[in-house]
């Protein structure tokens, strides 16, 4: 460690993983330690927003060691901590402000609310040290939807987003509607693998005058209602071709769109980020539209698309050295807008 390098802690509670991660200069995941609660929330086919918060308070302690341990430093070591204070579940982020709040108390280091959404996008930078904005960036993940436009760092202009239903959240309702379980994403992206995605044409909803936006509820009903339908004539469904036709359908819309805007918006740089970014088949199709268009594409790998603290470091990195800081009365904000401090 050097004199001037900057160590910051991150939490991350806003759902369903208890994290926390040390960063250092923004870029160098030093620990990314992730508790998840994936098989506690499974039992219900999605998450209980009180058992979160339970789970939160058990865990927080244990993991923000783990974090420190494993990055080698003590609190004395760290400048700043950074936490998700929004958007998310309100019990499930009140625990990690809570913690951060008080570790910033008790050290006497700034604390950094960092957005959960621009965790996301600046994922990106931990493994792509040559991606500087501006970039377009899809977020696609169980609550969110966005294209947003990455002027600078921290600097957003949402440009797109669902007018209903997440993408993620399309994932999980057509994965528990084919029996798959909960979180359908990755089940429906292995499934799809063994699937004909030309099966069943599913509808590509459009909007007209916003054509950014996204529509995911006309699909989830056209997938229910061709369950419904063969199940009427006594047909089987190949669960395979349902998953793989369902896929293809959301993939063709987040990629056409995000290529759109990066033309109109004379972007040269494509990002994505979230749980289904996680998603194999929408990075090869998206990684090859950019090639078709001559834009540059870069992707997390699956661990810093799904939530982690290493992305809320790598935020509030950026935050820190604009000097933004937040109060000790920072609170949790369920409903935070993107851009918002
Ligand atoms: O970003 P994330 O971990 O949490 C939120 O901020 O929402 O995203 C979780 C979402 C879930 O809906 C999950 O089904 C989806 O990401 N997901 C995937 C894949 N892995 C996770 N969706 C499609 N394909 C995947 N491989
Ligand atoms: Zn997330």
């Known amino acids: 460690m050097q004199g001037n390098d900057i160590n910051i802690l991150a939490i991350e509670t806003s759902c369903d993983e208890t994290a926390a991660a040390v960063v250092r200069n923004g870029r160098d995941v030093r620990s990314n330690i992730i508790s998840s609660q994936i098989e506690l929330h499974k039992l219900y086919g999605g998450v209980v927003p009180e058992i979160a918060s339970r789970k939160h ?31 998310g579940l309100v019990g499930a982020l009140l625990v990690g402000v809570a913690e951060a709040k008080a570790i910033s108390f008790a050290t006497k280091k700034p604390l950094i609310g960092v957005h959960h959404i621009e965790g996301h996008i600046s994922a990106n930078y931990i493994e792509h040290r040559q991606l500087e904005p501006p970039f377009i960036c899809l977020i696609v993940s169980g609550g969110h ?62 909007i007209e005058g916003a054509p950014y936006d996204f529509s995911f509820s006309g699909l989830k009903s056209a997938v229910l209602n061709y369950l419904n339908s063969m199940e009427m004539k006594h047909e089987e469904i190949n669960r395979a071709d349902v998953a793989a036709s369902f896929q293809e359908a959301v993939i063709d819309v987040l990629v056409s769109r995000t290529i759109l805007a990066a033309k109109d918006f004379q972007m ?51 935050e820190y050295i604009k000097g933004n800081f937040s109060g000790l009365d920072l609170n949790a904000v369920p409903n935070l807008k993107i851009g918002e401090r």
């Open 57 to 87: 308070i058990e865990k927080i302690n244990q993991v923000i060691e783990e974090a420190m341990n494993t990055a080698g430093l003590i609190l004395d070591d760290i400048d700043a901590i950074g936490v998700t204070y929004g958007p």
């Open 145 to 206: 939807t966005h294209l947003v436009l990455v002027k600078d760092y921290g600097e957003y202009e949402i440009i797109g987003r669902t007018r209903d239903d997440a993408a993620g959240e399309a994932f999980d309702k057509v994965a528990r509607a084919i029996g798959l379980g909960y979180p359908g994403g990755p089940k429906i992206d292995k499934l799809s693998k063994q699937g004909n995605a030309d099966t069943i044409q599913f509808p590509r909803a459009s």
């Open 268 to 318: 040269k740089q494509v990002a994505i980020a979230g749980g289904v970014a996680a998603n194999s088949a929408l990075k090869r199709s998206m990684s090859d539209a950019c090639k078709e268009n001559g834009l540059e594409f870069y992707c997390p790998s699956s661990i810093y698309c799904t939530d982690n603290a290493a992305m809320i470091g790598t935020a509030a990195y950026y």
